[in-house]
Nanobody, 119 residues
């Protein structure tokens, strides 16, 4: 059994910063790509950023230069540092990870954490 648990969401004013954290726990053999998605009210879930086990990163254009994804492989954690936040960044943010266990390789999702940016 594998679980992803996010933390760090909240309410912030435009221009402010937040740092999201996500911890993976359970019967983990290895973690491959980790990432963050977000879903705003009335919109489809979109990819925000990903990071490979080797540290290669990818960002959606709307967050480039403002958000930074990082990971701590020893702690099975992934982070999203969000700076210069805008009201349009308001969404529920989900952590994902491609994880190998003894039986299977699959994508796991966290429960989501709310980020609200006020103007």
């Amino acid at each position: 059994q594998v679980q992803l648990v996010e933390s760090g969401g909240g309410l912030v004013q435009a221009g402010g910063s937040l740092r999201l954290s996500c911890a993976a726990a359970g019967s983990i053999l290895s973690i491959h790509v980790m990432g963050w998605y977000r879903q705003a009210p009335g919109k489809q879930r979109e990819l925000v950023a990903t990071i490979s086990s080797g540290g290669n990163t990818h960002y959606v254009d709307s967050v480039k230069g403002r958000f930074t994804i990082s990971r701590d492989n020893a702690k099975n954690m992934v982070y999203l540092q969000m700076n210069s936040l805008k009201p349009e960044d308001t969404a529920v943010y989900y952590c994902t990870a491609d994880i190998s266990t003894t039986w299977v390789l699959r994508t796991y999702w966290g429960q989501g954490t709310q980020v609200t940016v006020s103007s």
